[in-house]
């Protein structure tokens, strides 16, 4: 059995100010549950290892459409059950996108885009406090 080691490191530095990144208004809001939306994810995340895992999130109000793209493979997957309010196409890294999911403390979790090149807000709410999380888009690597 190998033994387990940790390193810490403190960054020394001015960091940005968080209110300066958060979206002030959002154009799209999509509520989603945490655990279905990381297995749709983690479906297409396989073929989107070959493209530096970029998937394409097709938003619309029949739910949520995901595409990769590699040379020789595609992947599609479709999460009806994703209650959205308008349409945007945007490209995240599925391994970023699926570690935000599951750092939510609760299941239902609510993304607000306000457009294809903006970071997403990330909300949720879990005994009264609502917790914030931000995710950055990738600029498309493919058409799939």
Sequence with gaps: AGSECCYARLIDGKFPD????????HKIKVE????????HIKFVEAVAKDNSYSVKFSFSKSGVKLSAAAKTNKAKSEYKEAVCDGDLDINFNAKY????????????????????????????????????????????AFTA
């Design 18 to 25: 968080l209110n300066a990144v958060l979206p002030k208004d």
């Design 32 to 39: 989603i549950g945490a655990s279905k939306m990381s297995e």
């Design 97 to 140: 996108f699926r570690e935000t999911l599951t750092a939510l403390q609760n299941e239902k979790a609510t993304l607000k885009f306000s457009g294809s090149q903006a970071p997403v807000h990330v909300t949720e709410e879990k005994d009264g406090v609502e917790y914030e999380h931000i995710l950055m888009p990738v600029r498309p």
